[in-house]
């Protein structure tokens, strides 16, 4: 009998992996950090000893989620205002409000909460856009989270920078100093085709090139963005970040809603990833990205949430279900994104997108532990006869137990483990009483 | 002090009542079944006297939600058969899997199961459409759930009755059972115009007229229905049923997605109330109802599950945040079908679909005391600026914490006070086994 440090069990373990059929009954051993086996309970129960055993009876083991677009500090701003357009959501209450708050402080709380939340939600990697990155990658990290942390840039001044020059220094100051990070993966984000120039544009790549990390931008979200570049530049966002050179498959481009067929190509071509967030998408009238054509064509679609003030929750679960409805009925075809595949854009290619198949995304030997155990002994989930349907059209996020992340467990029996979310909710408070006005 | 049974309290008390604001650290007083008091915490508190307190700090108290249509013993075909096309789903699947299990036994026990989804989701009243209508009546009742019942009418033969004369025979007989009945309202439920003659609509038609019933048809869903309908009649399915003098306020028509400006008109005009089943249409691929057109009109549009076969689950807040989100984009405008607007859906307007706007659907003094209460604190609560938009975008049915029907408190603290819900998981899970030729 080998030590181990957990042993993770459930009725059906779901790899996620390619060609693998869910495993009944099954479990996997999880020692330093890693997956390090992969059987039928009753096997790896007769090879390892673990010191806690995670799961068991009436549960499902699946990846841990992948979040692929948010922008996770925002969570403060859940809410402070709906059921608008984009640009005035934008223009009148969202950048006043970040330009009057936004700081170290309110995004390393910010940042906290969100991680709460998504952790319980059975996300375990999430790919950020925000400022004050450092703030975000301290909170993340102590949280025990994986993410991806875009240092954001922009041509106009905010509370974090001056102009492009400025957030570009800060943001390559902030990749030194994560780079090598087991958790943090720093990398570099230029807003959107609206908010940066093309030369911006090019200097953020050279920055990615010079360190080998990500890139995250906006892309062609709304229908004006669009028409914008289309009057200033003669060409449309993707087309314009094409012949920069921009598009590669180290960029994972949130929205992409408002593409052509020609456009789908290209990012295909150029293996960008692209971060689905349906969610978003549509409480903001955006419109609806032409999904089932860029899978069609190969493109990496994961999914994302996008910020907490736009969608107003970081819930891949829920956006699991939008996808895989939606699509249907915008292409026609019930047999659209089925079950399987929605969880995949949510696991396997969220990770993918973010350059980081051979870490997470799946439950495969040598990979690092990023596991979620779901209960299935709830009404709303029973009876079944697809694990996958399951997930997928029945099960919510709230239906997950127990959260592993490189190999630590945050949350077991829908208890944060290390962390007072109580505390964190309670600060969260205290910031929405002083942003709404109300001390 | 006066003695009550209950009083029910939170941060924020939404009445749904029209013209009324959210009342801050309020409270409910419920005696006797019904609501007899409404104000603030502090004030009940000291003219009431209650056997038990429910709610508190840190929730919210919303009029119970209305499902205006459901099939809910169909919950045990919850998921077995997905990702397909409505009639090959119905015709390959539903209908046999129907024709083999379908008796009084069956729908007793996934009835009961279904009423546990749906309290435990916050629902207090739901529009069914079935067979064996006794069955499902005592199963509900014994659950404490309000139902409106419809007895399933076809014109073909199935497990529950020969022809459309029996059907209709079965369903004069049931009426007549629980007619007066203080939870259940039995009604007559014509399928849907492609599976019941005109003949068969009025038949359907006198007897709910003779007894005061409602009626409930699917109407519309596709768009292979409405060409069936034109090549067969020469009109719509919405034109027939009003040439025939079908539609007027007793009638729930499901679906309605397929239907046109003129047709809109009609639905307007007769005071025919519209279930819009978005999760349901969304994943068969049917298509999206013009829900923002019927709402401009003046259509009362409830929501509805439809049923978890085809759903998958049977929650009223997820179709509140479906069709808030996706309404939004289909008519490009974000300020469509606003928080409230959605939450009226589910629960005022749900109430005056089924005619029982009088019982239920808002917390008012005298109405019968159908009560949710929720908890905001959880991080994915935290923070909020609008309490509506908090329950639209944010909230799960996972938050309800206590639910209420008829001022008897069946749910609190999250747990069934008077049903064991694993007997009724482990029948589901018995029958599953045999629907699924695994035992």
Known sequence: MRDVDYVVSGDYVLTMAEGVPPLRNGAVAVSGGKIIDIGEVSALSSLYNAK???????????????????????VYFRGIADDLPLRQWLQEHIWPAEGKWLNDEFVYDATELACCEMLKAGVTTFNDMYFFGGSSARASKKMGMRAVLGAGVLDFPTAAARNADEYIEKAEQFIKDWLGDELITPSIAPHAPYTCSPDTYKKTKLVAERYGVPLHTHLS????????????????????????????????????VWVSDNEIEILARTGTGVAHCI???????????????????????????????????????????????VHKAVSGDPTAINAFSALSMATSTGARVLGMQDKTGTIEIGKS???????????????????????????????????????????????????????????????????????
Chains 1, 2 share one sequence.
């Not at 003669?234 to 970040?241: N, R």
């Open 279 to 325: 969610e978003s998408n549509l409480k903001l009238a955006s419109g609806i990205a032409p999904v089932v054509p860029m899978l069609k064509k190969g493109v990496a679609v994961a999914l994302g949430t996008d910020g907490a003030a736009s969608n107003n929750d970081l819930d891949i679960f829920s956006e699991m279900s939008f996808s895989a409805r």
């Open 369 to 439: 532990a990023d596991i979620v155990v779901a209960d299935l002994d709830k009404p709303h989930l029973t009876p079944f006869y697809d694990i996958y349907s399951l997930i997928v059209y029945s099960m919510k996020s709230s239906d997950v137990e127990s959260v592993m992340v490189n190999g630590k467990l945050l949350i077991d029996g829908g208890k944060y483990l290390h962390k007072d979310s109580h505390a964190i909710m309670d600060k969260a408070r205290w910031w929405k009483n002083k942003i709404a006005g109300e001390v």
């Open 221 to 256: 979200e709304t229908q004006f963005e669009v028409s914008e570049a289309k009057k200033k530049y003669g060409k449309s966002p993707v087309e314009l970040l094409d012949d920069i050179g921009f598009l590669d498959k180290t960029v994972v481009a949130a929205h992409c």
């Open 52 to 74: 806690k055993r995670v799961g068991g009876g009436g549960k499902v083991v699946l990846p841990g989620l992948v979040n692929a677009h948010t922008h996770a500090a925002m």
